[in-house]
């Protein structure tokens, strides 16, 4: 067993380097072997993998990724933690730490542009803005993604038309990645303890289903604009963004056998993708 998931040992590992954890970076490390393992294994890393890491707090998932993979890279925030990770990897050689901002990354410059694989226990604060920036621009660069996540954004990822949890958030990832939920996490398994449940997601770009939506700009314009208004008709929502009047964009609900009456919450990603190629089609100069 590793000494990186005794709570002991953590406490005194982070004293002695003098450092207090940050809520605002979400610093609770997992201290559970069984929950380090399952993760990995989501991630069916081989040997010949690249894996990169977000914030690897005192290394404890790092580690087990270092053991699996042929490299792995890990991007940490918070500087004082540098020296910590220098000290609890010091005898992996395939590992390399750098002290950056996630949200802050050229990834492709940083990566190259060979396929990597991401697994991370993130911080919550910054998850989703970093999942729309992956699945949007970089997601030939990550065909797998393994992330444990605020169990609620999670349930928002894999949540279906209609339900309270369906949003922007759901359709991005629904339409970029074939999306699971894989298991949730108690509290208890963190050191120290946040104040929020947990779950493990995977998020699959090689496996997504394949939709035709004319353009992606468009198609996460028409995805923004109906659930900035989720429970209005998507008409409404719509004629208020597109330059088409409310029987053009009727006529185009027809043809994409769309009643546009409908709330915008209960579309399909099959029905977005519809939508945005014929209105691609109709707006295109
Ligand atoms: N991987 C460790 C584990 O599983 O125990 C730590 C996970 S902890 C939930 C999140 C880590 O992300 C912390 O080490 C924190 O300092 C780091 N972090 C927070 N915001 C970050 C950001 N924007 N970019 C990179 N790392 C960040």
């Known amino acids: 067993m590793s000494k990186l998931t ?7 590992l982070l004293s002695s380097h003098g450092i207090r954890l940050r809520k605002k970076w979400g610093q609770n490390f997992l201290v559970d072997e069984n929950i380090l393992i399952k ?8 040997c010949g993998d690249h894996v990169l890491e977000i914030g690897p707090g005192i290394g404890a998932l790092t580690r087990e990724l270092a053991l699996r993979a042929d490299r792995v890279t890990a991007l940490e925030i918070d ?3 540098i020296p910590v990770l220098k000290e609890t990897l010091a005898e992996y050689d395939n590992i390399t730490i750098i002290r950056q901002d996630a949200m802050d990354v050229d990834y492709p410059g940083l990566l190259g542009d060979k396929p990597v694989k991401l697994v991370a226990n993130m911080p919550y604060n910054v998850a989703t803005p970093l999942f729309y920036r992956w699945l949007k621009q970089h997601r030939q660069q990550f065909p797998v993604m393994v992330c444990m996540l605020q169990k609620e954004v999670a349930q928002r990822i894999v949540a279906k038309p209609g339900s309270k949890e369906y949003g922007t958030l759901s359709v991005v990832c629904q339409f970029a990645a074939k999306t699971e939920l894989l298991f949730t996490v108690p509290r208890t398994v963190f050191f ?3 104040e929020i449940s947990s779950a493990v997601v995977r998020l699959r770009p090689d496996a997504a289903t394949q939709y035709d939506v004319g353009d992606e700009a468009v198609f996460f314009r028409v995805v923004e604009a109906v659930f900035s208004q989720r429970r209005k008709m998507a008409l409404n929502t719509l004629h208020a963004v597109f330059p088409l009047s409310k029987g053009e964009l009727t006529e185009l609900g027809a043809e994409a056998d769309l009643d546009l009456a409908r709330r915008g919450e209960t579309l399909s990603v099959a029905e977005f993708a519809n939508l945005s190629r014929l209105l691609y089609n109709k707006t295109a100069v």
């Open 6 to 12: 005794n709570p002991g040992f953590v406490t005194q």
């Open 79 to 81: 500087e004082r933690l």
């Open 192 to 194: 120290p303890r946040p």
């Open 39 to 46: 993760i990995v294994s989501a991630a069916e890393i081989e």
